[in-house]
């Protein structure tokens, strides 16, 4: 497809398991954003990838959280030991070159933990 | 920090009418306000966008105004349909970076 794809689209996980969410990007688009997106909420800022590169990470919660894009495509953002309060909608964006101003985001993956 | 203020938290309008949300920001280094429209299951879709430099930018049935001094932009959606019904946010960036969000306006737009 065209657009930003995320998977999976739900995932449950027990308290204290290792969840990896994926997003694959627009093809050819430079810069990749991941947000967290609580119930009613607007999305927060997690990190920003440039290609390759994480220039940003200031927005991750606590050293649980670990995102990853090791080619400069596809990102994986993989928390461990997953608590209650990680439950929310992790968004993933990307847009074409750094500057670029349109953000284009993928549906989500909505994180329950139980 | 809430550097990002949306109002009001929801809104209810008839069909034909006008909606109106109103966002406040804090830091003066934001230069690009995107409004974006969600649907329930849908991740954030960008509806209309303005830059400092203009008052006001109107697509459609949406218009942006923009307040530099005030530091306040709105979201104007003439003739309001069902169609219309979503959240909406608001959002500030300096250029390329980060987005931070408003809190979020639950349109409802009756028949």
């Known amino acids: 497809g065209a657009g930003v794809s995320q998977s999976p689209r739900y995932k449950v996980a027990k308290r204290g398991q290792d969840v990896a969410l994926r997003c694959d990007p627009i093809?050819?688009?430079?810069?990749l954003f991941w947000y967290q997106q609580a119930l009613g909420q607007g999305p927060e800022f997690l990190t920003y990838f440039q290609n390759e590169a994480q220039l940003d990470k200031s927005g991750l919660p606590s050293d649980r959280f670990f995102a990853e894009r090791p080619e400069g495509s596809v990102s994986t953002l993989k928390i461990q030991r997953t608590q209650q309060e990680d439950s929310a909608v992790y968004l993933c964006?990307?847009?074409?070159?750094?500057?670029?101003?349109?953000?284009?985001f993928g549906q989500g993956t909505r994180l329950t933990v139980v | 920090q809430q550097q990002v203020k949306q109002s009001p938290q929801s809104l209810i309008v008839q069909k034909g009418g006008i909606s109106i949300i109103n966002c406040a920001y804090e830091?003066?280094?934001?230069?690009?306000f995107p409004w974006y429209q969600q649907f329930p299951g849908k991740g954030p879709a960008l509806l209309i966008a303005?830059?400092?430099?203009?008052s006001e930018k109107k697509e459609g049935r949406f218009t942006i105004s923009f307040n530099k001094s005030a530091k306040q932009f709105s979201l104007h959606i003439m003739d309001s349909q069902p169609g219309d019904s979503a959240t909406y946010f608001c959002?500030?960036?300096?250029?390329?970076?980060?987005?931070?969000f408003g809190e979020g306006t639950q349109l409802t737009v009756n028949p």
């Open positions: 964006a990307s847009s074409l070159s750094f500057g670029e101003t349109e953000a284009f």
């Open positions: 303005i830059r400092p430099d203009v």
């Open positions: 830091n003066t280094a934001f230069d690009y």
């Open positions: 959002a500030a960036s300096t250029s390329g970076s980060r987005l931070t």
């Open positions: 093809s050819g688009h430079v810069s």
